[in-house]
């Protein structure tokens, strides 16, 4: 779902005065200092829940938590989080820890393992390597696919990923930059289950979470009574967070497992994070320094956002495999966001400090995320900048409202008729995404997608064009019916600032026939 993209003291000479280099070094925030910004944010915000834990120099200085389960309970630091995309790092390890039992070697072919994997060009197809899958430069445009992952549930398995890839048409050429993926961790995530020869979540918990002791993390299908202590999502509506339907007790394995569906607890995510800062020698027994490395190595520029070089004075930001990396204040920092409904999450390492800290939101809270990832990254890099959590929530609501795009005025819209769409009725189908019916509904019309439930709603008209309005909670879009017949339907977002993950840009649905 949504995705997202975002976010490393100097040294003073010996000879300052005592009161100098007092002054320019920072000593470990007390817990008031802390309580500070996460309470400033919370405020802001109106936060539903949040945990946040600190590390600094190795040990875990710092843990909050705020919120209550949907039991009625406050969340605490075992209280399980959806991760979104910063399971990738975990993804990237599992198949590091593969490597190191000499299964496989990241040059390797993915054809190798899968098969029936493909790419729109045979010759990149022949030439994707494994740690091609992990290093967002496949040539595909950011987000592509991920219809085939959102909105969940959906009928989509992993193996549909592998197998649909190759319809996805690319917008550069491979390996030549960056667009962020999903499609293709969740390819990675069979690659290791193909050379481990188990299920993705079998494995991700046999050799990430139980060698760490990251007890509480849970992926593939799990029981929520069971387990217990598990935060609500909540989305804002009109301003005010407010519950996601509760779901069942069942969690079921989705498609998208690999690119972002772990849950952990603040505690394991201490851990991991511990893991990176300052292991342990049985931890480095584990996953050797080298493979360690790897992870971190800078594969791919990133472009460098204005704000960034505003904020943090940022001169690079590179993916590696599963996590980024980019420069603050001067200091290096490894990190990843994560994004689903209802949830957000981040973790944020120095590791010439062995510092760093990981913030969970039981809310679709993109603006809060990026604002107190910058106040506590602050709190190491630049500790005297003294802004505010209000400061720079204000400039980046201010800057937000400067790129907006304008939003198309479909307010007279109305419900189309299977009169004036008698042409256009039918079982329309595209190769990856699958088929789709648009027919009458009594006076009205329906589009349904076979794959993919949730993308159902009805069919409005606005002036001489037409839409989507879904049932669901997703971003309207346009549909493009072709002049004549045998050409191809495509579809498109109506609002241009929407979410990326729900971009239907890649679809080309041809008629197969009739309505059912």
Known sequence: MKRIAEFT??????????????????????????????????????????????????KVVYKRTYGRQPSGKPIDADTLFELGSTTKAMTVTLLARLAEQGKFHWDDPVTKYLPSFGMSDPWVTKNVQVGDLVSHHSGLHSFAGDLMLWPHPSHFTPQDVVKGVRYLKPVYSFRAGYSYDNVL?????????????????ELLSRNV???LGMSRCQVGTWDRDKIGNVARPHVSRHGHYVAVSAPGAIRDATVMDAAGGASCSLNDMMIWAKNWLAPTPQQLHWLSPAQRRKEWLPYT???????????????????????????????????????????RAAIMLLPH??????????????????????????????????????????????????????????STRRPATPVELKAQLGVWQDPWFGKVTICSQGDTVRFASQMSPLLTGQ???????????????????????????????????????GDASSDFRDLGFTRKGDCP
């Not at 669901?472 to 072709?482: I, T, Y």
Request: with cysteine; glycine share 8%.
């Open 301 to 343: 520029p990133v472009p460098v956002s204005q704000r960034r070089r505003a904020w943090n004075d940022t001169q690079f930001v590179a993916n590696a495999h599963g996590w980024f990396l980019s420069d603050a204040d001067g200091e290096t920092v490894v990190w990843h966001t994560g994004v689903l409904e209802g949830m």
């Open 353 to 410: 400090r062995k510092s760093g800290f990981v913030v969970l939101i039981n809310g679709s809270a993109d603006d809060a995320l990026t604002v107190l990832d910058e106040v506590l990254l602050k709190h190491f890099t630049a500790p005297h900048d003294g802004r505010s959590v209000a400061s720079y929530a204000d400039e980046l609501a201010r800057d937000e409202a400067r790129g907006e795009l304008p939003v198309p005025d479909t």
């Open 185 to 201: 961790f969740v390819v990675a995530g069979q690659v290791a289950a193909a050379i481990g020869g188990a299920p993705y979540a």
């Open 209 to 211: 979470f139980e060698p």
């Open 459 to 497: 069919v409005m008209r606005v002036g001489q064009r037409y839409l989507v309005q879904w049932a669901h909670d997703d971003p309207d879009a346009w549909l493009l019916f072709p002049a004549q017949a045998g050409d191809t339907l495509h579809m498109l977002l109506v609002d241009p600032n």
């Open 9 to 58: 003291l100097v040294a003073l000479a010996l000879a300052l005065c005592a009161t100098a280099i007092q002054a320019a070094t920072p000593k470990p925030a007390q817990d008031a200092d802390y309580d500070r910004l996460v309470n400033a944010a919370i405020a802001h915000y109106h936060l539903p829940g949040i945990a946040v834990g600190v590390i600094d120099h190795g």
